[in-house]
Structure formats: C-alpha cells, structure tokens
C-alpha cells in the first residue's frame, strides 16, 4: 500500500509553545489528506481536512487558530498546535488517500505531550 | 445519530481460535465503502480490509474475513486462528458516497481484542 509518513513520533512541550507535526505522503501524491486526534482509548475524530494550495476545512467545534493547517505542496501537510495547553495533550493522526479504490492510509501518528 | 456502532468495548480471545468483531452502520447513501482497522498500541492505524457497498461477495483478506450483511447493515469482521500479534484496537470505518470524490471516514468506537496464550 501506499505509504504515509508523520514526524515526529512523539514531542513534548511546554505550555505556550507552538508543536508543528508533518505529515507526507512518500509515494504519491495527496492533494487532500486528514488529521484526527484520539484520546486514550477512544475513536479518531476528525480535527480537519487539508487541500493542497487551499484553506483546510474546519470540523465543528476544532479551533483554526489554535490548530494550523499548512498543504503547501502535494506531499506535504503539516498541523501547528499554537499556544499549547496540557488538555492539547493527545494522539494526533494523520491520513491521505491512494490506489484504485482511493483508500486511506494513515500516518504513524504523534503523540503530543503538554507539560 | 451514530453512524458506525461497535458494540463490544473488549474482547478475549483463545490463541488460534476465531472471533468475530461486530460493526453496524448507518446510512441513506446507495454508495459506500465500509474499512476495518487495527491499531496496535504503538498507535499506526493498519488497513485491514475493504467492502464496497455493491460488492457482490463478503472481502477477505488472508486470515481476516468481513461477513457483509447489506439488509441488516451489519459488517462484522472475523478474524481466523488469532495470534498473538492479534492483540490490538479494532476500528471499523464508512465512506459514504463516490470513493473518488472527497469523503470522509466515520469511525466507530472500536473494539480491543486481548489473544491469550
């Protein structure tokens, strides 16, 4: 399958500080790609949808200030949680689309620590 | 409304015995697509298997088998002599509408499969 690639693995940081989480597509290119956050033990939910050389697309209630989404190019996505916050603390997962049956395949995930 | 619903937050399973995970799903879309996950606790999500809305036959894959019941709306996904490797968090996931325009995936709450030795 097609391979997607998010870095870095795991980061911890400061209240206050700015985190910026990559997401690429190695083998192909995604001119949409997905982030989700998951808490422990709970479904992924979708944060927002990135289009490549567009503004991404908000779910309900996810804040656009405060979670930045970048797709500047078609292999690259990246989310910047700005001004972070210990309840920022969580599993962030990224995904794009490929193949015959343009299915999704996931990132590695990061899973981001506010100290 | 929930669109996908997993019902059994956890489950045990004896080694190189079958379990069947359980996925209903919700929907007015003649088109869609219904995915299976595993997400071990390293946390990478793992494409197991896909079943396409009009797809004739149940998929499977290897070891792992989806049971498609289209009037029910039900995709259980059966996964044959676990291992222990098995051990992980089951998702279950709908596309709905055209594969090839942008959709969305909705999840459901997941199951965890513990494999005894």
């Known amino acids: 399958g097609a391979v997607v690639s998010q870095h870095p693995s795991r980061v911890i940081c400061k209240s206050g500080t700015s985190v910026k989480i990559e997401c690429r597509s190695l083998?192909?290119?995604?001119?949409?790609m997905f982030w989700y956050r998951q808490f422990p033990k709970q479904s992924l939910m979708l944060m927002a949808t990135?289009?490549?050389?567009?503004?991404?697309?908000?779910e309900q209630g996810v804040e656009k200030d405060k979670f930045l989404i970048n797709h500047a190019s078609l292999t690259l996505s990246t989310l910047t949680v700005t001004s972070a916050h210990p309840e920022d603390s969580s599993f962030y997962i990224c995904s794009a689309r490929a193949g015959a049956k343009n299915e999704a395949f996931f990132g590695q995930g990061t899973r981001l620590t506010v100290v | 409304a929930q669109k996908i619903t997993q019902t059994q937050p956890g489950m045990f399973v004896q080694e190189k015995e079958a379990v069947t995970l359980d996925c209903t799903y919700d929907?007015?879309?003649?088109?869609?697509?219904l995915f299976w996950y595993k997400q071990p606790s390293s946390g990478e999500m793992i494409f197991l298997i896909y079943q396409g809305s009009y797809d004739q036959q149940n998929a499977t894959e290897g070891r792992y088998s989806l049971n498609f019941q289209k009037a029910r709306k039900s995709a259980n996904l059966v996964i044959s002599a676990s291992q222990l490797g098995d051990s992980a968090m089951y998702f279950c996931?709908?596309?709905?509408?055209?594969?090839?325009?942008?959709?969305?995936?909705?999840f459901g709450a997941g199951t965890t499969v513990t494999v005894r030795a």
């Open positions: 083998d192909f290119q995604a001119t949409t």
């Open positions: 929907t007015s879309d003649p088109s869609y697509g």
């Open positions: 990135s289009n490549e050389g567009s503004k991404a697309t908000y």
């Open positions: 996931a709908m596309r709905e509408g055209n594969p090839f325009n942008d959709y969305k995936l909705s």
